[in-house]
């Protein structure tokens, strides 16, 4: 009896920490999710960055933008699998994302996962910010810290070498949970950042000069255990 009922304490405690896995693309539209294209707004012939081919949401790199879940979402772990099918280039996924064109006129408030190849795993900070224990070494000096234009924005990641041959796939997985937000590229801890200035915000995708595809884009929350 005693066997039977740690076992029923053990599965409600561990539903309480990771829920149901939702899948963000659907693989066939692009239901959940809104464009955000600058050049669209000025010229109605301009055609969306962001389509679905074979499966995939691909970025067709041109003209330059983001695509957001319309969801806000707040402690997760996100798996996006992606390749460059073509020339390598820079894309990025954006969490805590929020207030729309606060950098540039384009880029939404947020903290980007870096994308861009033989870079991935970068943090960048866009109107949000965020902390790592060897700052200096890898952000630069502190009094050029910020996270606006003309600022230090770019956080490095750990390693370099994480990322698969151009045309394979690759698989980033990023963990946000209250402040603290984790990536690792292929199954190597390549950033984790404390101090988030944000710690809930909508998920979005970058089309940023090179063509990406994706082929899975998935959220897991991440919840506490309640005694």
Same mark, same amino acid.
């Given at each position: ?49 962001? $389509?679905?081919? @074979? ?7 041109? !003209?330059?933008?983001?695509? $957001? ?9 996100? &798996? ?10 820079? =894309? ?18 947020? $903290?980007? =996962? ?10 960048? =900070? ?6 790592? !224990? ?25 390693? @370099? ?6 045309? &394979? ?22 950033? &984790?950042?404390?101090? =988030? ?5 909508? $998920? ?6 090179? &063509? ?16």
């Amino acid at each position: 009896m005693k066997t039977i009922f740690a076992a029923v304490v053990f599965t409600l405690c561990t539903a309480n920490i990771f829920a149901q896995t939702k899948n963000l693309f659907n693989g066939k539209d692009l239901s959940g999710w809104h464009i955000d294209v600058p050049a669209m707004d000025k010229d109605s012939s301009v055609k969306t960055p962001f $389509i679905v081919r @074979d499966g995939n949401l691909v970025s067709l790199a041109k !003209p330059q933008g983001h695509i $957001i879940t319309d969801a806000v979402y707040q402690n997760y772990r996100l &798996e996006v699998e992606y390749r460059f099918p073509a020339k390598p280039g820079n =894309c990025g996924v954006l969490v805590h994302a929020s207030t729309p064109r606060v950098l540039y006129a384009m880029f939404p408030k947020s $903290i980007e =996962c870096q994308l861009m190849h033989q870079n991935a795993g970068d943090f960048w =900070c866009i109107g949000e910010d965020i902390a790592v !224990p060897d700052m200096e070494t890898r952000r630069g000096p502190k009094e050029k810290w910020g996270a606006v234009d003309g600022k230090e924005r770019r956080i490095k990641n750990l390693t @370099d070498d994480s990322e698969k041959p151009l045309g &394979e796939w690759n698989k980033m997985t990023v963990e946000c949970v209250g402040n603290v937000v984790k990536v690792w590229v292929n199954g190597d801890m390549v950033n &984790e950042g404390s101090n =988030c200035t944000a710690s809930k915000g909508q $998920i979005a995708l970058q089309a940023e000069g090179s &063509e990406v595809e994706f082929r899975k884009v998935a959220l897991t929350p991440i919840k506490k255990i309640t005694k």
